[in-house]
């Protein structure tokens, strides 16, 4: 299932330096990986969206055939250890619907965990991200392929600081990309901090996810400089200040010459969202939210997101396990 370097030939030096996205069904090349939701949720579960879980496989299923429908072939899903991942079930929905899935190790806010699940895991959270990312997730299930780990509204608490310091050490341990939930899309450059300066991640091992929700152009600007990818994930949300400054926000990057660093996502989060529901869920990245960046954006600009940035973010070269 998992290509590794046979041990008896001179391919092994070569094999470690090859670059590969860590899917459900095993190590695959970048290229591989085609047109990408690099943000979304099969699976879901928190006490902050009581009544919301995505929980359902068989609706999980009827999403993922319509984001095939749409044009899609890839699906990074973010949901971290402990939300109801349903790692289990996803080499499955995979193999049935043809798309591409990445799964996520991690931990989120420390509001969406009870206290007891937080004492368990508190003491070796590095050695938990390591084993779900090089072993499988919960013993037999496939391999994670991301960290996600979560930032604060406009700072890092005493959580998120423990939780990016294991996530660091995982990185370092694995190659694996951390992708960063921003509260309401704030906080980049205090994460950044953490995790490149102190903590010396490489700025393109991160991933900083929501920047939609804050339309700052300064604060885009600086994290693209410094090298981080920006995702710009979960349009559709009459709350939040996404779709209509997305193509401005996205334009003043690519001028500057980040066109590389952009990636887009669905982050479908409740039932209700879905599409199979009526919602907009993740067909809609591929329908109205790529026709209308392509509009401002053009047409090979939106591919590039979609597919070659996606490549470059998820790839990682993986430590030799075993
Ligand atoms: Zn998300």
């Known amino acids: 299932m998992v290509n590794r370097a046979p041990s008896d030939g001179p391919a092994a030096p070569a094999m470690h330096t090859a670059r590969s996205v860590r899917t459900v069904l095993g190590d695959i090349g970048p290229t591989g990986l085609g047109v990408c939701n690099a943000h979304d949720h099969l699976f879901l579960r928190s006490p902050q969206l009581p009544g919301q879980e995505l929980a359902d496989a068989e609706a999980a299923a009827a999403e993922l055939n319509a984001f095939r429908a749409a044009g899609g072939a890839a699906v990074i899903q973010w949901t971290p250890y402990g939300m109801g991942r349903r790692a289990a079930e996803l080499p499955r929905l995979a193999r049935e619907s043809g798309v591409r899935i990445v799964a996520a190790t991690g931990l989120h806010q420390a509001a969406h965990y009870s206290p007891e699940l937080l004492a368990r895991v508190h003491g070796d ?6 084993t779900e990312l090089t072993e499988g997730i919960g013993g037999t299930g496939p391999r994670a392929g991301m960290i996600k780990v979560a930032g604060g509204f406009h700072g890092l608490d005493r959580h ?3 939780t990016m310091a294991a996530a660091a050490e995982a990185q370092r341990a694995t190659g694996a990309a951390i992708g960063v939930h921003l509260e309401l899309g704030t906080g980049a450059l205090d994460v950044l901090d953490l995790l490149c300066g102190t903590l010396a991640v490489p700025p393109d091992r991160v991933i900083l ?5 804050s339309p700052d152009l300064v ?4 994290a693209a400089e410094a090298g ?5 994930d979960g349009p559709s949300r009459a709350h939040h200040a996404t779709d209509w400054r997305l193509p401005e926000a ?3 990057l690519a001028d500057a010459g980040f066109g590389d660093r952009i990636l887009l996502g669905g982050d479908t989060t409740t039932a ?6 009526g919602g907009p869920g993740m067909p809609y990245l591929l ?3 790529r026709e209308r960046l392509a509009r401002t954006l053009g047409k090979d600009l939106v591919a590039r997101f979609l597919t070659a940035n996606p490549a470059h973010a998820f790839a990682a070269d993986w430590a030799p396990t075993g």
Do not use: K, P, Q
């Open 160 to 162: 998120a600081r423990h």
């Open 228 to 232: 981080a990818y920006l995702a710009f």
């Open 287 to 289: 329908g109205r939210h």
């Open 219 to 222: 604060v885009h600007r600086t």
């Open 250 to 252: 996205l334009a003043a």
């Open 209 to 213: 996810g929501h920047l939609n929700r």
């Open 125 to 130: 959270l590095a050695g938990l991200f390591v």
């Open 272 to 277: 209700a969202a879905r599409s199979v529901n």
